[in-house]
């Protein structure tokens, strides 16, 4: 029997809530790396109406002015309302300070995280949740560019698999908050014409009998935090790889490189993409775990789901020779000290070429025994 399956994934807007909390976030910690690359920080964000909660922890010699960081982001995004900003922020807990900040980095906290990568595409990313964001950024570009739509959106992409192989497009589903004084049939036209189909030329072999639905609710002109609610780390699967590859249980955005939730799963993506550019097999994905005060991870696992081209062992070797898992040489390797954060916030954390964990080393060799 064949193997054939549709696999979904979705991505959302910067107008989305929880995408919100999350790019103010991290425009929080790129301040305070701007200022103290040594910032310890995990202050996030909620938000409902025109409320703007912010709490979390921060040690940092860095002075960094909340509201006007926020009110800066909200503003970019298209919001004309009055906010009010409510902030609750301490410290680092000094039992985790002194865990973390030792003669040599240790992670932050105990936990599991996971890397990906698939030769599907040319950015080593599962095509569903590649092109679902590639949808996004462009419908941002679009939204910015007129009076009628606004920052609030969400698109879906649903992908048909011949024996692990993308074959067909199925179905593209996206909705797009607009004014009220557009009608559906003009905004169905407008989205498919000026987002969907300059994207989607990209891709058109994968354009057999696609189905398109655009704003299938009828009505989305109460958008943002009017609509909704939102906080920071609640979009995991978006910000990784769509449902394809598993994800550890903790959130990005808001966490400097010592939070091994972050840091560990961008290096774990970086060597996972590297198994496959190297071309050692077709998919790679890798599991490390961490412990609090701790300088090297408690354990690795490697996968290949049966597409490795030499030995899982060789495989194995050649991952222990090139990378180096422990959170100091993440940080050192990475560059995670630099303010770079804001970016990633919006349209995946993976399969962007600007981001130095999506580097393909370079002089990676499987020595000899």
């Not at 919100?20 to 202050?43: G, H, K, Y």
Request: aromatic share 10%; hydrophobic share 35%.
């Amino acid at each position: 029997m064949k193997n054939i399956k549709i696999v979904t994934s979705e991505s959302v807007n910067i107008g989305h809530p929880d995408k919100t909390c999350d790019v103010i976030a991290d425009a929080f910690l790129d301040e305070a790396l701007r200022q103290d690359p040594n910032s310890q920080m995990a202050v996030e964000c909620a938000i409902k109406n025109n409320k703007l909660f912010v709490y979390g922890e921060a040690t940092t010699n860095a002075n960094i002015d909340y509201d006007k960081i926020a009110l800066e982001v909200l503003k970019d995004i298209g919001y004309k309302e009055n906010f009010e900003i409510i902030k609750e922020i301490s410290n680092q807990s000094p039992d985790i300070n002194q865990a973390v900040v030792r003669e040599e980095v240790c992670a932050n906290d105990q936990g599991m995280v996971y890397g990906y990568a698939t030769n599907e595409t040319k950015e080593y990313m599962p095509l569903p949740v590649l092109i679902a964001h590639k949808i996004m950024k462009k419908y941002d570009e679009f939204r910015r560019q007129t009076k009628n739509y606004f920052a609030d959106a969400k698109c879906q992409v649903s992908v048909l698999y011949d024996e692990n192989l993308p074959k067909e497009i199925t179905t593209i589903l996206i909705s797009v908050s607009h004014d009220k004084d557009l009608d559906n049939n003009q905004i169905q036209k407008t989205i498919k014409e000026k987002v969907l189909l300059p994207v989607l030329e990209e891709y058109k072999k994968y354009l057999v009998e696609t189905n398109y639905i655009i704003n299938p609710s009828g009505k989305f002109t109460i958008w943002g935090s009017y609509g909704d609610s939102g906080c920071t780390g609640r979009k995991i699967v978006v910000d990784t790889y769509g449902g394809v590859g598993r994800v550890g249980g903790g959130c990005f955005s808001s966490k400097n490189a010592t939070k091994v939730d972050r840091s560990g799963a961008y290096y774990a993506r970086y060597v996972a993409k590297n198994v496959v550019a190297h071309a050692l097999a077709d998919k790679c994905e890798i599991q490390v775990s961490y412990g609090i005060g701790m300088a090297k991870p408690i354990s690795i696992y490697v996968e290949c789901f049966n597409t490795n081209k030499i030995s899982m062992e060789k495989i194995c070797k050649f991952i222990q020779d090139n990378f180096d898992f422990s959170p100091a040489n993440i940080i050192m390797e990475l560059g995670l000290l630099k303010p770079i954060f804001k970016e990633t916030a919006c349209f995946g954390h993976f399969g962007r070429e600007d981001f130095p964990w999506e580097r393909i080393k370079e002089n990676c060799l499987i020595k000899d025994e």
